[in-house]
């Protein structure tokens, strides 16, 4: 599958292709980064940026997007991530290319594959090689470019385990957490539940099938069944305890 990650930022919004079909250092077909000056209008440099993402979309053709959401509370910067967001969400919905949200902290949790193991903050250098050690290849690249790597890797990574093309079993306990185990307990009229909010349980929230939408509509399409696939692998986990939700 192949993927474009999307690391949005007004000072250097990076981009990369990842190909999951391949090994070695095929697997980031190629990646970038650009600038826009702070004395420059602010609504052009968003428009800027639409633009650079609709052109990596004719050019490369991903067969799906990723992009990195705004973090949670992050003040200021957040109103500006966000609107980075919706104009890049513009033109991939525009192509009609199925698209996930990851937020910096769940990136960095999908990063570490084990958080047992793995402790600590993931810095940008740690990011860098990640996509070092997944491609295989010494080369440094730049940091935004990283993290948009990171992005594409684990949106492919997500929507072919939704699609069940991936074995569960080859799952890291991040990427199990992440995707299929995250539960919150909601208070409501009727008592106390447990709610599932990993990306599998949130289409049109955290993840968008933009390609079920026929061209000239706007509506949200109806939810995707999760496959039993899915569910009795969590079941399966959470039964033998090594869900680590």
Request: charged share 25%; proline share 5%.
């Amino acid at each position: 599958m192949r993927a474009l990650g999307l690391d949005p930022s007004l000072s250097a919004y990076g981009w990369a292709i990842h190909d999951s079909s391949v090994s070695g250092k095929e697997r980031r077909i190629v990646s970038g980064h650009e600038q826009t000056l702070p004395s420059t209008v602010p609504v052009a440099r968003f428009m800027h940026f639409r633009t650079m993402v609709r052109n990596l979309l004719m050019e490369y053709d991903p067969d799906v997007v990723g992009i990195e959401s705004p973090a949670y509370d992050a003040g200021p910067f957040q109103t500006i991530h966000y609107g980075l967001m919706m104009f890049s969400l513009e033109v991939v919905f525009e192509r009609r290319k199925d698209c996930v949200l990851f937020d910096p902290a769940t990136l960095k949790m999908l990063a570490k594959a084990d958080p047992s193991v793995r402790k600590g903050t993931m810095t940008k250098l740690d990011m860098q090689r990640y996509v070092q050690l997944d491609t295989m290849d010494s080369a440094v690249i730049d940091n935004n470019e990283a993290d948009a790597y990171c992005v594409g890797l684990f949106a492919a990574r997500f929507m072919e385990t939704v699609s069940g093309s991936v074995d569960l079993s080859s799952l890291t306990p991040s990427e199990q957490r992440v995707f299929l185990g995250r539960k919150r307990v909601v208070t409501t009229a009727n008592g106390k539940k447990v709610r599932r909010i990993a990306h599998a349980f949130r289409e049109n929230s955290r993840y968008f099938a933009f390609s079920k939408i026929p061209p000239g509509n706007v509506s949200l399409p109806k939810k995707s069944d999760i496959p039993s696939s899915l569910t009795d692998f969590l079941e399966s986990l959470e039964g033998d305890g090594k869900s680590r939700v």
